[in-house]
Structure formats: structure tokens, C-alpha cells
């Protein structure tokens, strides 16, 4: 290994505290974390250490400004018991697009994959055999000097945590395509995982609720008719046996790692998928015309959501029952079978750890 990592291991684990057959999502977390800081213009102090409290000062930048990016991936068993990383180098170079747009120092791939290979060897006991269950990784980065004035701090820190996690939406979502708000335009930070792109999507996302929605369907933010994401997933769309996912070239839609996946596992099963611009107009057209099959969300935390309906102009749309959506449910077995190594992995994606497994 070629970094040094200091590590203090908990006395008093809570695993035997889990009910792994009922999990929420994003409440339940491991018991240990990686730390890093970035002094100096270098990553150094590398230690994993109990689950616990940050130390910062109030005055830190990114309390103020929001200099924060993160990632989200997740770790499954393979039927031997191994723990899987599933492509964790995309995490990474995802992370350091991140960390230019926002002005941060990016942080080796060799790090980054050594952190997450002895926290996850660590915490293996953590990872869940239930259905829809996974061990979600958080890696983030803060920016972290006493400073309120507003520049690009020059200390951070790094952080990976994990938290077992059950499935994100636990229903189909109905969506609200709206011209109110905007999440991102070209030249801004659509692109990145970025904190503040999630804050400012809070207030959209409470009125959408509000309303009987579950989501935000951002849509550009110049004519408000391009189709972008849903914040918390990328959108795909089955018309007339054609795959259309929105394109990235303009940088305002994140690239998702399940939505790469997904457009290789289409591929692979034949269909024909175009990353290309898709206006509301055409969905609603396509939707009135029973030309739609399916709609999908697409993200690491979501995996597959089936959406329900979208709701624009005053008027709801409602997409096909969900006995008939063939391809989103193929898609949902087959990438949770190459994650969890019950399938042949074509593709190279997955990366086993050999720990010793108990029970
Ligand atoms: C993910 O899918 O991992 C995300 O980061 C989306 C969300 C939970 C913020």
C-alpha cells in the first residue's frame, strides 16, 4: 500500500444494532471513517478513526460559501461473501471534475482507492444481504480555513463514511416539470457534485411536495423547455423502442455513473439508446400518442425509480403501468447482478476485496 494510514478501530461497534431487514435510507451509519487533510498544497495525516463529530470552526469557508463537493457509491457482497466495489475509479475522476469547478485541490485515484479499500475492509461487517440493500459510500471534501472572506480555501478535508442503506424511493415518482426554477445553466456548476447545486434544490423540491409531487424534472434554464435531470437521478425515457437519455456536452446535467452503466447494459442487450437534447414538449407529445414505454430515474442511491407521472402546465401526464416497463426492471437486475457479482462482468467494472468474511 502505498500511503500510510493510521488506524484506531471502535471498541464498542454497533453493528449488532442494525435490523438489516429494514432499513431507511441515510440514517443508520458505520463505524468508522477515513479522514484526510490538505495543508501545504499536499494530502497528508491519512487516519481511520470511530464515526464521530467533526472538529471545525464556525469561521471555516465552507460553512459559509459552500465550497463542498461529494460522491455516492455503493458496495455490495459477491456470493463468495467479498465485499464489491463497484467502478470506483469513475468515482474518483467524477470527484476531482468536481474539485476543479470548484476551485478545490483533486485528490490522487490511488488514494482515494486505497482509502475506500481499508475503510470498506474495516466495516465489511456493515454490508447488507438484503434485497435493494447496499452499503452506500459518502466521500466528500470541505474546504477548510478560518477565513470569511471570500476566496478558495487552501486546507481541507477529505472524508469517506458508509452507511447501510435500503432503497431510496420506496414508490413510483411523480414529477414536476417547472419554469419557477432553474438548477443549472451552461458555464455553471450542473456538472459538478457540488453541495450548493442539492441546497438550492430544497425549496423547488418542498413546493413540489407540497403539491403531490415527489421531484423536481429540471428543465433548462434559458427556454425552459430542454429536459435536463431530477437532482437526485438521471432521466431516461423508452419511446417507440428508442432509449433517450438527456446529453451532458452542455455541462449542466450530472454524468451519473448509473446512467453510464445503464447505456452500456442497453447496448449490450441490443437497444438503441441516444444521449441527445429532449424537450418537455416532445415528452408530452410522445406521452399523448402512447408512443412512451417507459420513464426512469437513474442514480447510485436511486438505482432504477419508475416515474409515474410528470406534471407541467397545469396538466398531469401519466406514463405506462408499470407491469408493461420491460426495460427498467431488466436494467434494475442486471446492474444489481453485475454489482453483486452474481453475473459475468463483461464489462471490468467491479473490483472484489479479498477480507476475511465471517458467517
Ligand atoms: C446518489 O445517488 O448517490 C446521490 O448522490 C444522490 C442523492 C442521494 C443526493
New binding site residues.
Partial sequence: MKYSIDINLTDASKVSEVDFNNIP??KVFSDHMFMADYEDGEWKNFEIVPFQPLNLYPSAIVLHYAQTI?????VMKNPAGEPVLFRPEMHSQRLNRSARRMAMPELPEDLFLQALTELISIDHNWIPNTPDSAL?V?PFMIANDQFIGVRPSETYKFIIFTAPVGA?YSKPVKLWATDKYVRAIEGGTGFA?AGGN?AASLLPQREAQAQGFDQVMWLDGIEHKYIHEC???NLFFVIDGVVVTPSLDAGTVLA?I?RNSFIHLLKARGYEVQERPITIDELVEATKTGKVQDVFGA????VVAPVESVHYKGVTYEFPEMEGRKISKQLKIDLNEVRSGQSEDTFGWTHPLNVLVEG
Avoid at 461529494?70 to 455503493?74: I, V
Avoid at 442514480?299 to 436511486?302: D, K, L, R
Fill in positions: 435510507f441515510g461529494f460522491e455516492g457509491m455503493k452506500y459518502r431510496y457534485k442539492y437532482g437526485t437521478m451519473g448509473t442514480g447510485t442511491a436511486a
